[in-house]
């Protein structure tokens, strides 16, 4: 099964990536990178093919697909930004003296085989083999297959290009592959869907790998009694309209009994081309509408989103900083946002230096995620030939120093 | 269904957990404590109908399932730990100034609700139990049936002195529970299994919910060529002897094909008791035995343990720090140790204060994991009504400071 061959050489090639030093990632990467710019052309044609196929798509659908210069520059300078960070490979998160001459470093290392399954953005390509690539792990590739030209256009100048290990990139161009990569547990470590809600919670439904990421964004903001009028319809505006067709924008508007009259009004009024609607607290709308639902109060309003939410992102705006502390320790949601927009919920906003994805699962990584998502640690312990032995019989004991410092090897 | 019902109220209680200040936990876990010493007789008599029952299990099962006064003591010494360890809640592990009055914090939270299903040992409910109050979780707790009336006094203790929030803590009974129990994702965030590896494993085999644990530990000490050969004697003695019924001893002795003849004959000779193989790579026999594979040198034995191992621990003898490094960084496992026994492998020794289980995945925790594996974060944001469409329009700029503080509210 080639499918199978290239999980197995990815694997491999994930134990050379992770042994490959900072310097040999960012020459592949800046290499990828000026390969893209002298391969445009290429690049450019396979995707005008891809798009001619694409005619009768919905135009939302074929935006997404076109990779032209300005998506190209994108790209180039994506790259390059990555290979400016600094290493996420090798840092001593914890150290600690066990004893004299015990010591114990948890360092940060790649997971190993990332498999990332994208619709149509053939962006996306570049950027998730750039981003594994800086954090030193292998990848499966499967992307649509309305842009299967420009992908493997991209693809074959990632791997030409970016040289570091036999096989570190694959990509899968089948629909049978992606079923099958599904249950490639034991190959791949950590699975990342691109895509609608729809493809994000199939993808989740059908594999035992972990997944990271999100099938739905559904946000809410809720105006308390003692939110200053003003900044409420500044917030709720943002965090609606500002770019409604994604993730952090907000779907529902909870707003205080005792101030619907009076900012409600203000609210419609600032947002005139918003479709406003009583129900529907569980739709993602992704667009000019959004659902209101008057509450008696704070506890009502937490008890809403924690029902109806995703745990994506969740805003009050309130000049009580009371309420606040409890709407953000009451709230199950990676975000939990005091008088300001959903819409900050970006890992570029957060100062994460990258994205990987934004994670509404708990475990490993919640809300946005950088690099940090596609790395784990492992625990060096460094001696003199200690035994437990020893401190089982009294001959020592432990001591439990914070070292704060590197690693040594 | 009662078991929906009981994961319904558990999910109602972590929200309340999640809310309760650290005194409350702790005085909670200490008004256990108390009980547990007041209430001895009755635990002790459920417990002797228990191992009464089970005359016919084998000598070790029978020996896991006793609670006698020195269990009792070791579980109120437990608690009474937990409660003097500082809150693993609400700490700062982040935080960043986007711009000036927009203040982003990444706080630690409770998970949500835990599941843990257990075998025989009844002393792991409480332990499970008091972790989960001290982090702030609800749990569902699922004991062998063979303990069922010594879980049961238990449980009656923990609940009632532990009165924190209605339904925090439920014990399911039934066989059939344990198997809806695996099916109730959506409800329970995080499985722990503790038992058998055959136990761990289909436990794993059979949810959807992401489980923390370990079915194997298969770990290795290899022997370099540049070996001091007395330390390479006690560190392989000491992994393997020192208890070989735990995950963390050695299973397989890897030696360098140069030293093989001088300094096998050695550890050999200093474990008379200990059966040598020439197979079995992928056994973990938890006893008194030990495989061994002659290698051609440090890359073969990496290949190995890459390939048989279970990614628990590896450790390396060797008075070649390049050699160590290579190891450490070549074998994919939670633990690589350098001149020190595997046996070290082990949340109290490593200094975590308080064990919730070793695991062998990678994401979210690896190796040996403290109350942090109960744990989560979340992004709290503080603003002042700040909206993204400002900086979109480039009257303000992010500015990205790290603040080190803690989190305000």
Redesign the interface.
Known sequence: MPLLDDARSAREAS?KL??TPLAGRNAALLAIADALASNSEAIFAANRMDLADAASLPEPLAKRLRYDGHKLQESVAELRALAALPDPLGRALNS?R?ADG?E?YRVS?P??VIGMVFESRPDALVQIAALCLKTGNAVLLKGGSEARRTNRALYDVVTRAGNVAPGWCALLESREDVHAMLRLDGYI??LIPRGSGGFVKFIMDNT?I?VMGHAEGLCHVYVDRDA?P??AV??V??SKT??PAVCNAAETLLIHKDVADRILPMIRAAMPDCEFRDDGWDTEYLDMIISVRTVSGLEEAIAHI?RYGSGHTDAI?TSD?AA???F???V??????????T???DGY???LGAEVGVSTG???A???VGMEGLT??????????????E??DGKRG?K?EPLDRECP?
């Open positions: 134990r992770a042994a600690t066990l015990l114990l290392c997971l190993g470590d950590l035992k972990p200053d003003d900044m500044s917030v505006r943002d500002q770019y924690n705006v900083p606040a502390a409890r953000m320790d009451g199950d949601s990676a975000g939990v946002f005091w008088n300001a927009s819409r900050f919920a906003r957060y100062g708990k475990l490993h919640r809300g946005p784990t640690y492992k625990y060096k312990l460094l001696g003199h030939g200690d035994t437990v032995g401190f089982a432990f439990h090897l």
